[in-house]
Protein backbone atom coordinates (compact mmCIF):
# COMPACT_ATOMS: atom_id res chain seq x y z
CA UNK A 1 0.00 0.00 0.00
CA UNK A 2 1.01 3.41 -0.87
CA UNK A 3 1.73 6.27 1.91
CA UNK A 4 -1.14 7.87 -0.12
CA UNK A 5 -3.12 5.01 0.62
CA UNK A 6 -2.35 4.97 4.14
CA UNK A 7 -3.26 8.16 4.24
CA UNK A 8 -6.47 7.38 2.81
CA UNK A 9 -7.38 4.75 5.48
CA UNK A 10 -6.65 7.07 8.32
CA UNK A 11 -8.83 9.57 6.98
CA UNK A 12 -11.76 7.12 6.06
CA UNK A 13 -11.08 5.86 9.45
CA UNK A 14 -11.87 9.13 11.25
CA UNK A 15 -14.96 9.65 8.66
CA UNK A 16 -16.52 6.82 10.18
CA UNK A 17 -16.85 8.12 13.48
CA UNK A 18 -19.77 8.64 14.92
CA UNK A 19 -19.52 12.83 15.62
CA UNK A 20 -21.33 15.22 17.77
CA UNK A 21 -23.40 16.88 15.11
CA UNK A 22 -24.21 13.33 13.75
CA UNK A 23 -25.56 12.31 17.44
CA UNK A 24 -27.54 16.10 17.79
CA UNK A 25 -29.21 15.63 14.17
CA UNK A 26 -30.11 11.91 15.18
CA UNK A 27 -31.66 13.41 18.56
CA UNK A 28 -33.62 16.15 17.17
CA UNK A 29 -35.10 13.28 14.86
CA UNK A 30 -35.59 11.11 17.60
CA UNK A 31 -37.33 13.78 19.81
CA UNK A 32 -38.44 15.76 17.40
CA UNK A 33 -37.02 18.64 18.99
CA UNK A 34 -37.47 22.29 17.73
CA UNK A 35 -33.96 22.83 16.91
CA UNK A 36 -33.09 24.98 19.83
CA UNK A 37 -31.32 22.38 21.62
CA UNK A 38 -29.15 21.89 18.86
CA UNK A 39 -28.28 25.38 18.80
CA UNK A 40 -27.37 25.14 22.63
CA UNK A 41 -25.49 22.48 22.44
CA UNK A 42 -23.19 23.53 19.70
CA UNK A 43 -22.71 26.87 21.24
CA UNK A 44 -21.78 24.70 24.53
CA UNK A 45 -19.43 22.73 22.43
CA UNK A 46 -17.85 25.85 20.74
CA UNK A 47 -17.61 26.86 24.43
CA UNK A 48 -15.67 24.60 25.82
CA UNK A 49 -13.48 23.67 22.53
CA UNK A 50 -12.31 27.37 22.96
CA UNK A 51 -11.90 27.01 27.13
CA UNK A 52 -10.19 23.99 25.47
CA UNK A 53 -7.44 25.31 23.63
CA UNK A 54 -7.18 28.20 26.83
CA UNK A 55 -6.34 25.50 29.43
CA UNK A 56 -3.72 24.02 27.05
CA UNK A 57 -1.90 27.11 26.49
CA UNK A 58 -2.70 28.34 29.65
CA UNK A 59 0.96 27.95 30.72
CA UNK A 60 2.55 29.61 27.96
CA UNK A 61 0.58 32.11 27.87
CA UNK A 62 0.97 33.05 31.44
CA UNK A 63 -2.46 32.68 32.06
CA UNK A 64 -1.72 30.99 35.72
CA UNK A 65 -1.82 32.85 38.58
CA UNK A 66 -3.86 35.84 39.79
CA UNK A 67 -5.98 37.90 37.48
CA UNK A 68 -4.71 41.35 37.12
CA UNK A 69 -1.26 40.69 36.94
CA UNK A 70 0.62 41.53 33.45
CA UNK A 71 2.34 39.21 31.07
CA UNK A 72 5.89 40.25 29.99
CA UNK A 73 4.37 42.81 27.22
CA UNK A 74 3.27 44.40 29.86
CA UNK A 75 -0.48 43.45 28.76
CA UNK A 76 -2.99 42.28 31.73
CA UNK A 77 -3.51 38.89 31.83
CA UNK A 78 -7.00 36.99 32.28
CA UNK A 79 -6.94 34.32 35.32
CA UNK A 80 -7.98 31.18 33.74
CA UNK A 81 -11.93 31.42 34.97
CA UNK A 82 -12.13 35.19 34.34
CA UNK A 83 -11.01 34.17 30.94
CA UNK A 84 -13.85 31.08 30.79
CA UNK A 85 -16.27 33.11 31.86
CA UNK A 86 -15.83 35.09 29.12
CA UNK A 87 -15.72 32.38 26.51
CA UNK A 88 -18.77 30.81 27.63
CA UNK A 89 -20.83 34.35 28.82
CA UNK A 90 -20.42 35.15 24.81
CA UNK A 91 -20.83 31.74 22.95
CA UNK A 92 -23.63 31.25 24.70
CA UNK A 93 -25.33 34.70 24.98
CA UNK A 94 -25.40 35.03 21.13
CA UNK A 95 -27.23 31.61 20.80
CA UNK A 96 -30.34 33.27 21.41
CA UNK A 97 -32.07 30.74 23.30
CA UNK A 98 -31.10 31.99 27.07
CA UNK A 99 -32.62 35.07 28.24
CA UNK A 100 -30.40 35.47 31.73
CA UNK A 101 -27.65 33.44 32.57
CA UNK A 102 -25.84 33.04 35.62
CA UNK A 103 -21.75 32.10 36.18
CA UNK A 104 -20.05 31.15 39.74
CA UNK A 105 -17.78 33.92 38.61
CA UNK A 106 -20.29 36.87 38.80
CA UNK A 107 -22.48 37.60 41.98
CA UNK A 108 -25.55 38.40 40.17
CA UNK A 109 -27.15 36.86 37.46
CA UNK A 110 -27.00 38.77 34.00
CA UNK A 111 -28.57 39.20 30.37
CA UNK A 112 -27.62 37.37 27.73
CA UNK A 113 -26.24 38.96 24.52
CA UNK A 114 -28.92 37.89 21.87
CA UNK A 115 -31.24 36.98 24.46
CA UNK A 116 -34.86 38.37 23.78
CA UNK A 117 -38.65 37.82 23.99
CA UNK A 118 -38.60 34.57 22.23
CA UNK A 119 -35.73 33.36 24.45
CA UNK A 120 -37.06 30.06 26.06
CA UNK A 121 -34.40 29.02 28.42
CA UNK A 122 -32.02 30.48 31.03
CA UNK A 123 -28.64 28.40 31.65
CA UNK A 124 -26.02 28.62 35.61
CA UNK A 125 -22.67 27.53 34.80
CA UNK A 126 -19.13 27.17 36.77
CA UNK A 127 -16.65 28.34 33.57
CA UNK A 128 -13.95 26.05 35.24
CA UNK A 129 -14.47 24.14 38.04
CA UNK A 130 -11.32 22.74 39.90
CA UNK A 131 -9.74 26.35 40.52
CA UNK A 132 -6.85 24.93 43.37
CA UNK A 133 -5.72 22.41 40.49
CA UNK A 134 -5.55 25.42 37.48
CA UNK A 135 -1.80 26.28 38.53
CA UNK A 136 -0.85 22.49 38.71
CA UNK A 137 -1.68 21.09 35.88
CA UNK A 138 -4.68 18.92 36.89
CA UNK A 139 -7.65 18.38 35.24
CA UNK A 140 -10.31 20.80 35.90
CA UNK A 141 -14.27 21.34 34.53
CA UNK A 142 -16.74 23.48 33.49
CA UNK A 143 -20.26 22.40 34.31
CA UNK A 144 -23.41 23.70 33.40
CA UNK A 145 -27.40 23.22 33.83
CA UNK A 146 -30.22 24.72 31.34
CA UNK A 147 -34.22 25.32 33.16
CA UNK A 148 -36.83 26.09 31.23
CA UNK A 149 -37.60 29.75 31.43
CA UNK A 150 -41.05 30.81 34.16
CA UNK A 151 -40.69 34.11 34.33
CA UNK A 152 -42.92 35.89 31.69
CA UNK A 153 -41.94 39.62 32.91
CA UNK A 154 -39.43 40.35 29.56
CA UNK A 155 -40.36 43.21 28.64
CA UNK A 156 -40.12 44.72 32.92
CA UNK A 157 -37.13 43.29 33.37
CA UNK A 158 -35.41 40.41 31.65
CA UNK A 159 -33.78 39.38 34.99
CA UNK A 160 -36.09 37.05 37.03
CA UNK A 161 -34.69 35.09 39.85
CA UNK A 162 -37.69 32.77 39.96
CA UNK A 163 -36.02 31.19 36.86
CA UNK A 164 -33.29 30.13 38.42
CA UNK A 165 -35.05 28.76 41.44
CA UNK A 166 -36.33 25.48 40.19
CA UNK A 167 -35.76 22.03 41.82
CA UNK A 168 -33.05 19.98 40.13
CA UNK A 169 -35.41 17.28 38.49
CA UNK A 170 -36.84 20.55 36.36
CA UNK A 171 -33.36 21.10 34.43
CA UNK A 172 -33.94 20.43 31.03
CA UNK A 173 -30.53 19.49 30.07
CA UNK A 174 -26.76 19.12 31.82
CA UNK A 175 -23.62 18.57 31.44
CA UNK A 176 -19.94 19.34 32.21
CA UNK A 177 -16.54 19.32 30.30
CA UNK A 178 -13.57 17.78 31.63
CA UNK A 179 -10.14 18.89 30.66
CA UNK A 180 -7.89 15.97 31.38
CA UNK A 181 -5.64 13.82 29.71
CA UNK A 182 -7.97 14.81 26.70
CA UNK A 183 -10.94 16.75 26.99
CA UNK A 184 -14.06 15.28 27.09
CA UNK A 185 -17.98 16.38 26.78
CA UNK A 186 -20.72 14.66 29.05
CA UNK A 187 -24.46 15.71 28.67
CA UNK A 188 -27.91 14.05 29.08
CA UNK A 189 -30.87 16.39 27.91
CA UNK A 190 -33.16 13.39 29.52
CA UNK A 191 -32.58 10.47 27.80
CA UNK A 192 -29.83 9.01 29.48
CA UNK A 193 -26.00 10.01 29.69
CA UNK A 194 -23.30 10.08 26.60
CA UNK A 195 -19.54 10.96 26.36
CA UNK A 196 -17.64 12.86 24.15
CA UNK A 197 -13.94 13.17 23.31
CA UNK A 198 -12.45 15.67 21.56
CA UNK A 199 -10.26 14.94 18.75
CA UNK A 200 -7.96 17.84 18.28
CA UNK A 201 -6.59 16.99 14.74
CA UNK A 202 -10.29 17.20 13.61
CA UNK A 203 -11.49 19.70 16.11
CA UNK A 204 -14.56 17.52 16.57
CA UNK A 205 -16.04 15.78 19.62
CA UNK A 206 -16.54 12.15 18.90
CA UNK A 207 -19.03 9.66 20.77
CA UNK A 208 -16.69 7.75 22.28
CA UNK A 209 -18.91 6.84 25.74
CA UNK A 210 -22.91 6.00 24.91
CA UNK A 211 -25.11 5.23 27.32
CA UNK A 212 -23.21 5.66 30.62
CA UNK A 213 -24.43 3.80 33.50
CA UNK A 214 -23.44 3.95 36.68
CA UNK A 215 -22.38 0.91 38.47
CA UNK A 216 -24.63 0.38 41.35
CA UNK A 217 -21.92 -0.63 43.74
CA UNK A 218 -18.44 0.78 44.10
CA UNK A 219 -15.27 0.31 46.08
CA UNK A 220 -14.03 3.38 45.48
CA UNK A 221 -14.63 6.77 48.27
CA UNK A 222 -13.77 10.18 47.74
CA UNK A 223 -13.70 13.29 50.29
CA UNK A 224 -11.67 15.76 51.69
CA UNK A 225 -11.04 13.39 54.73
CA UNK A 226 -8.71 16.69 56.45
CA UNK A 227 -12.53 17.67 57.25
CA UNK A 228 -13.71 14.47 58.75
CA UNK A 229 -13.51 15.76 62.42
CA UNK A 230 -16.42 18.30 61.93
CA UNK A 231 -18.87 15.79 59.88
CA UNK A 232 -22.01 14.39 60.97
CA UNK A 233 -21.33 11.11 63.24
CA UNK A 234 -23.49 9.09 60.58
CA UNK A 235 -20.73 10.51 57.42
CA UNK A 236 -18.22 9.54 60.18
CA UNK A 237 -19.40 6.12 60.35
CA UNK A 238 -19.59 5.43 56.41
CA UNK A 239 -16.29 6.70 56.08
CA UNK A 240 -15.27 4.30 58.91
CA UNK A 241 -17.16 1.35 57.14
CA UNK A 242 -15.40 1.71 54.06
CA UNK A 243 -11.93 1.62 54.91
CA UNK A 244 -12.73 -1.40 57.11
CA UNK A 245 -14.10 -2.88 53.88
CA UNK A 246 -10.97 -2.62 52.00
CA UNK A 247 -12.55 -0.15 49.46
CA UNK A 248 -10.18 2.60 47.76
CA UNK A 249 -9.59 5.94 48.55
CA UNK A 250 -9.22 8.52 45.19
CA UNK A 251 -9.62 12.92 45.70
CA UNK A 252 -8.67 14.74 43.19
CA UNK A 253 -10.06 17.78 44.64
CA UNK A 254 -12.06 18.85 40.84
CA UNK A 255 -15.75 17.78 41.22
CA UNK A 256 -15.77 17.25 37.64
CA UNK A 257 -12.73 14.64 37.27
CA UNK A 258 -13.99 13.04 40.76
CA UNK A 259 -17.12 12.89 39.47
CA UNK A 260 -16.35 11.63 35.63
CA UNK A 261 -14.75 8.75 37.60
CA UNK A 262 -17.29 7.98 40.17
CA UNK A 263 -19.58 7.52 36.67
CA UNK A 264 -17.73 5.43 35.22
CA UNK A 265 -16.34 3.38 37.92
CA UNK A 266 -18.78 3.61 40.34
CA UNK A 267 -17.97 5.25 43.64
CA UNK A 268 -19.41 7.30 45.82
CA UNK A 269 -18.45 11.36 46.08
CA UNK A 270 -18.39 13.07 49.03
CA UNK A 271 -18.66 16.49 50.59
CA UNK A 272 -20.41 17.01 53.50
CA UNK A 273 -20.76 20.54 55.66
CA UNK A 274 -19.02 20.38 58.93
CA UNK A 275 -18.61 22.81 61.85
CA UNK A 276 -16.71 25.56 59.30
CA UNK A 277 -19.44 25.11 56.01
CA UNK A 278 -22.73 24.44 57.70
CA UNK A 279 -23.85 24.20 54.04
CA UNK A 280 -21.31 21.98 52.46
CA UNK A 281 -18.93 23.80 49.75
CA UNK A 282 -20.81 23.30 46.49
CA UNK A 283 -23.05 25.70 44.87
CA UNK A 284 -26.60 23.52 44.15
CA UNK A 285 -27.52 25.37 41.05
CA UNK A 286 -24.55 24.86 39.28
CA UNK A 287 -22.24 22.07 40.82
CA UNK A 288 -24.72 19.72 42.38
CA UNK A 289 -27.50 19.70 40.45
CA UNK A 290 -26.22 19.06 37.43
CA UNK A 291 -24.28 16.48 38.21
CA UNK A 292 -27.26 15.05 39.95
CA UNK A 293 -29.17 14.71 36.94
CA UNK A 294 -26.36 12.86 35.09
CA UNK A 295 -25.79 10.71 38.08
CA UNK A 296 -29.67 9.69 38.14
CA UNK A 297 -29.84 9.69 33.93
CA UNK A 298 -26.88 7.18 34.27
CA UNK A 299 -28.73 5.34 37.29
CA UNK A 300 -26.86 6.54 40.32
CA UNK A 301 -28.45 8.83 42.78
CA UNK A 302 -27.53 12.18 44.66
CA UNK A 303 -28.32 13.66 47.93
CA UNK A 304 -27.69 15.92 50.62
CA UNK A 305 -27.76 13.58 53.62
CA UNK A 306 -31.18 13.21 53.62
CA UNK A 307 -33.44 14.32 50.96
CA UNK A 308 -32.55 13.72 46.44
CA UNK A 309 -30.58 16.53 46.16
CA UNK A 310 -32.87 17.08 42.23
CA UNK A 311 -35.36 17.74 45.10
CA UNK A 312 -34.09 20.83 46.39
CA UNK A 313 -35.31 24.04 45.52
CA UNK A 314 -32.42 27.00 45.54
CA UNK A 315 -33.27 29.83 47.68
CA UNK A 316 -30.67 32.03 46.16
CA UNK A 317 -28.31 31.56 42.95
CA UNK A 318 -25.36 30.72 45.20
CA UNK A 319 -26.70 28.64 47.54
CA UNK A 320 -24.42 25.86 49.09
CA UNK A 321 -25.32 22.31 49.65
CA UNK A 322 -24.21 18.73 51.16
CA UNK A 323 -23.21 15.96 48.29
CA UNK A 324 -23.40 12.45 48.39
CA UNK A 325 -23.37 11.05 44.87
CA UNK A 326 -22.75 8.05 42.62
CA UNK A 327 -23.97 4.44 42.91
CA UNK A 328 -26.67 4.35 44.36
CA UNK A 329 -26.47 1.69 47.15
CA UNK A 330 -23.53 3.49 48.42
CA UNK A 331 -25.61 6.92 48.21
CA UNK A 332 -28.26 4.64 50.01
CA UNK A 333 -26.07 3.36 53.19
CA UNK A 334 -24.77 6.72 53.73
CA UNK A 335 -28.63 8.31 53.94
CA UNK A 336 -29.05 5.35 56.00
CA UNK A 337 -25.93 6.04 58.48
CA UNK A 338 -26.98 9.58 58.76
CA UNK A 339 -30.50 8.69 59.47
CA UNK A 340 -29.52 6.16 62.07
CA UNK A 341 -28.02 8.84 64.02
CA UNK A 342 -30.74 10.94 64.25
CA UNK A 343 -32.62 8.52 66.09
P1 LIG B 1 -14.23 25.91 43.07
O1 LIG B 1 -15.53 26.10 42.36
O2 LIG B 1 -13.73 27.14 43.76
O3 LIG B 1 -13.20 25.28 42.20
O4 LIG B 1 -14.53 24.90 44.30
C1 LIG B 1 -15.12 23.68 44.02
C2 LIG B 1 -14.09 22.59 44.20
C3 LIG B 1 -14.52 21.29 43.60
O5 LIG B 1 -14.09 21.17 42.28
C4 LIG B 1 -13.84 20.29 44.47
O6 LIG B 1 -14.52 19.06 44.50
C5 LIG B 1 -13.84 20.96 45.81
O7 LIG B 1 -13.93 22.35 45.56
C6 LIG B 1 -12.58 20.70 46.56
O8 LIG B 1 -12.65 21.34 47.80
P2 LIG B 1 -11.55 21.10 48.93
O9 LIG B 1 -10.31 21.79 48.46
O10 LIG B 1 -12.13 21.73 50.14
O11 LIG B 1 -11.36 19.63 49.09
MG1 LIG C 1 -16.75 25.27 41.18
Redesign the pocket.
Known sequence: MSENANEMTGAEGVATQFTLADFIREQQEVYKGSGAFSSVLHSIALGVKIVSQGVNRAGLASMLGLAGSENVQGEEVKQLDVYSDEVFSHVLGRSGEFISMVS?ERENMFQARAGGKRSRYVIAF?P?????NIDVNVAIGSIWSIYRRVSDGWQVDPLDTSDYLQPGYLQVAAGYALYGLSTMFVFSTGHGVSGFTLDPSIGEFILTHPDMVVPQDGNIYSC?EA?VRGWHRGVQRYVEEMKEGGNSAR?V????S?FHRTLIKGGIYL?PSDSRKPQG???LLY?CAPLAFLAEQAGGRASDGKQNVLSLVPQSIHQRCPLFIGSKNMVARLEQLIADEEK
Open positions: EDLDGSSNNYGSLVDYKLRE
